[in-house]
């Protein structure tokens, strides 16, 4: 990736980590999922794919400005979801033999200035 974004503390101490990828990070259709998941299992940074703005980025900001050590990198949804997806051909070989199939890199879908 060219450019990830981070919200929170930049200089806070990493003790324990969370991974949410693709659109786990959403909260599977509860939006304060996400932030239950950081305070339930005490975790310092977040890393997540697809993120809801207005709920997540804003709780990692506001307990980052609250002195908590809180910060959270997003990677974005395809990114987050691009190891799995290198990987299922290769299972799906063994089931579909007379298709190719093949991984295609979606790439960056952003520009950045």
Not at 16 to 43: A, D, H, Q, T
Not at 48 to 75: H, K, P
Request: glycine letters at 10%; a negative charge; aromatic letters at 8%.
């Amino acid at each position: 990736m060219s450019q990830i974004r981070t919200v929170g503390n930049p200089d806070c101490m990493i003790k324990r980590v969370g991974i949410l990828v693709g659109g786990g990070s959403l909260g599977l259709g509860r939006e304060v999922m996400p932030m239950e998941v950081m305070e339930r299992n005490n975790l310092n940074l977040l890393i997540c794919g697809d993120i809801t703005e207005w709920t997540v980025v804003q709780y990692v900001r506001d307990a980052a400005q609250l002195g908590m050590d809180r910060s959270m990198i997003q990677l974005g949804h395809e990114k987050t979801e691009e190891p799995g997806m290198k990987y299922l051909p290769l299972l799906l070989r063994k089931y579909i033999r007379n298709i190719p199939v093949t991984f295609i890199d979606s790439e960056e879908p952003y520009t950045y200035y």
